[in-house]
């Protein structure tokens, strides 16, 4: 099930309603006046959520706005809260649905959201008005079973019709005693065909029983085939094996020899070519081990004499230490020149500056001058904002020249409109022309129309003349016979029938005399005439003046919009007053913290800014390498102070003055102690190497030793010649396996697998495979024979098939009883699908109203009941003979036609929200209602409000009413009264 509540509703553009938000957070009620909109709110909720058809959007499209279209915010009980939003000009109206999550969706994904709801299926459950309370008078057991269907399956009243197109289309196909239906047709026609079949079945049994001979005779022959194919590859094999007995003979030899050897012998690869290498390699390296002893024994006599010539190792690593801090002692005394020539050179630009910025200020008030990061972005607003003010004055100045401009326009043409529209009593005089020439019309065709009557009436005179005369003349034989008969009734009947004739004859005077009064006053009336241009001319006239009237009305809303213009006009210019005002203050804030401002243009406090920050900077320079100064002249005293006591301690005299002098004493003594030392360390590496040139030979003779072991091991001997006699005999048995393998190379070129490994097992002679060809020859002569034969009959069958099938009658009649039978087939399948789709229908009707039906009755009971407060207590379904009744609580059952209307509203709203509760648990939609409660009174109003606010809890309900009193007893739904906004639109 899903849970749909509209949070909230943008219009862009709907109808009459532009830019309007509507907030649905809670239950809803819309109070309106008729025309107020309120229908166009419902369809704009149905647009949103199911969108609509070109032309209908164009009829929603407003007239004020060129945007048509908005948004809707809902809560998904799944998904949670996304806006949907749908412009007509955007996707041809499609929906484009945004989650929380930053994603998109499309129309496709909303209708799935929606579990395949439509607009017709929503309007059908969820929606109802004052418009659809009549249904419920007439409504019988199958119409409220129908109605459920429609709304649970599809949403739409279409049924009916499905049912009908079912009927008609099976009494199209067939009817049991008809003959003009498709299938009965057919019946007939094949009926026809099997009787003309009838003479040709007994030559089809003889025409079948020789197809049957030649289906044999055809199968005997490929079984012919094939055992003469056979017969043919085993000769072709029998050739190829004679062709290849000598290399038989060759193999089996070969074969025969192999056997004298071991099955397998262990040998490694190219073992003797190995072991010879390994024996070169391993007499060099033990000549090159005597070498190396000798020259490690000189190498350790030259070290013990170096280690007696050097200095304590202390001592050097102090040397080390002070040559150390050569570079840094030598660049700290350049350090010292550059840093005393930078304090005489920022000492001559800092006056430079001073002298530039002309601000009357001494460098140590510019010292302790402070200047945040944030004041060059202040003092950057300050002059934007003025130059924007300027600007912005300049446009409000244009702007209101603009719109004087335009109102003097629009009043120039409203008043040239005025002029040029007519008086009210000549458009009356233009609209008098046009009835006058349609009362024209008329008259020429009463003038045609009394021609004829004038023929007719003639012949009307004539005949009541004749009637008149032939009744008196009756009369008088009337007369005649009553004197002589004496019967007194004849007076009577002559009485009767001249009062007949001469009524009749009146009668026709009269007429045509009224007749002739109408004519008269028509012609009195047609005394005007109106030619055809005259009524062009006011009709011209007559729609040139609604143009004018609608260019006025154009006009004065145009005029409105630039008063509004002019409003906004005023409200920007007090506006930028205001701002103004605040930049002043501004302004005298910043004199206040820096008094030096006044002297200079507001333009230029960037600049200063940028002036002032590199000044400040120039005094930090200077102070700062005033100190990095005096502390390089101090730690340069200390460095003295170490190299003289050092020098005392290596007892050199004549070590010079100054620092440089000094360390270069001191450098020369630490240099020829480490050459010594690195002397000392060349004759300990080359030791080193030494021992490792002996590590590494060790392990290169270790290493060809242990070859030349695993060899004699893979060839499992312990001797050298074992190895080598070894070594014959694998060769010379790989020498045999190598011709084996050619013999049986040329074996697969002239045998095929299984010749080859039947040869390969056993030996065969050149008699016994003669012995073979020769029995195959013959058996291919006796296949030969068997199918000459075999072709000769199945020769004669075909001819005499030939001659039975030369006649066309049969094959004729047999193809169009097929094709007949064919069309009938298709038609049955077709009738059969149309009667079950029928039957289908039909039972889906009957379950779907038994399962729903109750509990739909036993819901609207409950509605029912509440909002009769209790006087009424039950309802009873309608069904085939009898509509909707109802039981009061004195247990009298009444139609719904014997109640008053307002009842009946009141069934019919119950059984509505009994069916929108039942269906609502599979879509839980917002229900809407609009003005549904016409002919209810203030206690009946209360309950039914009651009952939505209950419905409220579990569904959201929206309700929309023209009537005060309604929206005054909603007291839990949020009120909108939409008639002050639809007044100002």
Known sequence: MIDLKILDATIYGFGKWVDYKIDFSDATCIYGENESGKSTIQKFILFMLFGLTPKQRTFYRPKTSGKMGGKMTVLHSEIGEFRIERLDEVNNGAAACFTKDGKTYDEAWLKEQLNGMTAKTYESIFSFSALDLTEIRNMKDEDLGEVLLGIGMTGSNNIYAVEKQLDAKIGELFKPTGKKPLMNQKIESL?????????????????????ETVAQLEQELTQLQIEMKEEKKVAFT???QLHALPVIHEYHKLKKQLEDYPETIKFPENGVSRLEKWKESLLPLKSEWNIVAGHEKKYKQKIATIEQDLHAKEIGQEAKGLLDEKKRIQSQCGELKKLQTAVSHDELQLNEAMDRLHLGIQVKELASLELPFYLEKAWTQLKNENEQLKLESEQLDNEQKQLEQEKHYMNN???QLKESILSDSHVHELRDRLDTFKSTQLMDKLKRDAKKREEAQNKENQLASNVLIGSIIVAILLGIGAILTDYSWLYTIMLLTLVLGIGQWLMTKRTNKEFDHVLEDYHEQSGQQVTEAERREAAELLEMQEKYKSEQAALQEQLKLAHIQYIKWNEKQNLLAEREQRLE????????????????????????YHHLKHVLKLIKDWQKHMDEVATLEKQLAIDQQNLERFIEKLGVTNSGEDLEEKLQTIEQIHNVQLEKRKELNYYKQLLADLKEKQRELQESMQTYETEIE?????????????????????????????ELAKTTTQHKNLLSTEGLQQFGKTMVTETELELNRQHTEESMQSLESKLEKVRENLADTKA??????????YSTSLHQFEMETEHFNQLGKEWAVLKTAKEILTETKRNYRANYLSKVIEVTTLYFKEITDGKYVQVYAPTDSSVFQVESIDNIRYTVNELSQGTIDQLYVALRLAISEIMSEKHGLPFVIDDAFVHFDSIRIKKMIAILQQVAEKQQVILF????EIASAVTEMKQIDITEKVQNI
């Open 585 to 608: 203050e501004q302004i005298c804030r910043h004199y206040e913290s820096h008094p030096f401002l006044k002297q200079m243009e507001m333009a230029y406090w960037p600049e200063l």
């Open 961 to 964: 009413t023209c009537r005060q």
């Open 191 to 211: 009926n026809r065909i099997s009787d003309s079949l009838q003479s040709f079945r007994e030559v089809e049994a003889s025409y079948r029983e020789k197809k």
């Open 710 to 738: 695993r060899l004699f091991n893979l060839a499992a001997v312990d001797t050298e010649e074992l190895f080598y006699e070894k070594a014959r005999q694998s060769e010379e048995k790989a020498t045999l396996e190598k």
């Open 238 to 240: 029998i050739e190829k």
């Open 800 to 809: 005499e098939l030939v001659a039975m099938e030369s006649t066309e009658s």
């Open 413 to 415: 043409q409203i008043k």
